[in-house]
């Protein structure tokens, strides 16, 4: 267990001994076998005929981005393989929901505090993700754009090696979701955000909670399961209105206001970090769309 405290996003500090004992025990990392597992990664996708166009790119040089996929999977070698082609046909099916724009772009998103991060970790060393589902209005921000801003937060803290090894609480606040919001998120959408969280994206999602949810909501769940693996659906849990019990999940002092924490409604760190390093998803935007095969 870890003290709640504040922590820059993608901070370059390394692992200390408490983290590097936490990788252990939690993803199997051995300091010892990273660079021959490395190595055979990088053999595997250079093998892998569905993976060619990938395997010619600068993405398959940058050591750190490839080891985000060998966290993911364990420092399984075949798992990442599976994790990396996966991540890579979500880009080719579903580009044009992560391509809204860079972090600059997105301000007409960030301004309604749709999807936000604390500085704060939580007692488990993760990031906490919080996401208000029923104040999204699609007549004034698209699917595309709140999903592209979701993707962008969570690729910047994928960034960070404690995120790889500790991974992410997803906090979902449906409170006000309606039929409105049904009539925008159809089959593709669906596919695209169940594959995004249940094995397209190289970061552990330990639990999600799920607050405030009507019975409208509990239909719209029960209809994207079949998109969800076993792993997935055990780390839901429903809390309906009960704040005491999200509350004995997640302690306030990383929730906002509106979810009876201490938490301002406005958190702009995270998008701030975002916003710095807006060439960075400029690139990576642009890599993508080559991918892409709408």
Request: charged share 25%; hydrophobic share 40%; glycine share 4%.
């Amino acid at each position: 267990m870890f003290a709640v405290e504040k922590e820059a996003f993608c901070s370059v500090e390394k692992l200390n001994e408490k983290w590097q004992d936490l990788a252990k025990s939690l993803i199997n990392e051995n300091k010892e076998e990273k660079e021959e597992l490395l190595k055979e990664f990088k053999k595997s996708i250079s093998s892998n005929i569905e993976l060619a166009e990938l395997a010619e790119s600068d993405l398959v040089k940058d050591d750190a981005f490839l080891i985000r996929y060998l966290r993911g999977s364990n420092w399984r070698v075949k798992t990442a393989l599976q994790l990396i082609t996966a991540s890579y046909a979500q880009i080719q099916d579903f580009f044009p929901f992560m391509s809204a724009g860079p972090p600059s772009t997105l301000d007409h998103v960030w301004d309604k505090n749709l999807v936000t991060i604390p500085l704060e970790r939580d007692q488990h060393g993760r990031r906490v993700f919080i996401f208000r589902l029923g104040e999204w209005n699609p007549n004034k921000i698209t699917t595309r754009d709140f999903f592209t801003a979701a993707f962008t937060l969570f690729e910047l803290i994928a960034q960070e090696e404690k995120t790889q090894v500790a991974g992410v609480t997803v906090v979902a606040d449906i409170a006000g979701f309606g039929f409105t919001h049904l009539r925008y998120i159809g089959l593709q959408e669906l596919k695209c955000l169940c594959n995004f969280m249940t094995g397209a994206f190289p970061i552990w999602f330990r639990k999600v909670h799920i607050i405030n949810n009507p019975r409208l909501f509990n239909v719209f769940l029960a209809l994207t399961k079949q998109f969800m693996n076993d792993r997935f659906r055990d780390n839901v849990i429903m809390h309906n209105s009960d704040l005491a019990s999200l509350h004995s999940e997640v302690p306030p002092s990383l929730l906002p206001s509106y979810l009876g924490g201490e938490q301002p409604l406005s958190l702009t760190d995270c998008v701030e970090a975002a916003k710095a390093r807006n060439s960075y998803f400029e690139t990576r935007i642009e890599q993508a769309s080559v991918l892409y095969r709408g």
